[in-house]
């Protein structure tokens, strides 16, 4: 029975699992994006957003450094832990969670297992711009279509008032 234990095993022993999702965080990090199976890149959700809220913490310099060794002993790679205090943590500062993003791509050929992709949020211009675009675009249309009446009329009486001074012109030459 697994009451309480809310980890993915991923059919791996503890070392072996440990080790895959560190190379993956590492792979992660440096990448910005990799595709893997959805299981793994749940599992690798829980495992590096945790080690990215860390690199958040900017107030002094020793809490700075232990964060920096604390990321180093999940990851062992000095330049993934380079990269993520030095890129990552700049574009996320003022994210309050949320990270990573998994996109599901379908099925394998070979084995039929399900596929996704898990990317940072922060490092994809294309959602990025599109999700701006879109909010400008709700915010400056409306429902009740009122607004689009009231501008055709103004733009009427604009051009009868045109007509009009043109024709006061006329009579006065």
């Known amino acids: 029975m697994r009451h309480g234990n809310k980890n993915n095993n991923l059919s791996r022993t503890a070392s072996h699992r440990k080790a895959l999702l560190m190379n993956l965080s590492c792979q992660l990090i440096a990448h910005k994006r990799i595709t893997t199976t959805v299981a793994k890149a749940k599992a690798l959700r829980t495992f590096i957003e945790p080690l990215i809220t860390k690199t ?5 310099k020793e809490v700075i450094m232990h964060n920096h060794r604390i990321v180093f002993s999940y990851l062992n790679d000095k330049e993934a832990v380079k990269e993520l205090f030095t890129v990552v943590a700049p574009k996320i500062a003022d994210r309050p969670g949320g990270y990573t993003r998994i996109i599901k791509l379908g099925a394998r050929t070979g ?4 596929m ?3 990317e940072l949020v922060d490092f994809n211009e294309i959602y990025g711009k599109g999700t ?5 675009t709700v915010k400056k249309t409306r429902r009740s279509g009122g607004k689009k009446k009231a501008s055709a009329d103004v733009a009427e009486e604009g051009t009868s008032t045109e007509a009009t001074d043109s024709t006061e012109e006329t009579t006065e030459a």
């Open 116 to 118: 996704a992709m898990i």
């Open 111 to 114: 084995d039929n297992a399900e």
């Open 56 to 60: 958040k913490a900017t107030s002094s």
């Open 132 to 136: 701006d675009q879109a909010t400008e």
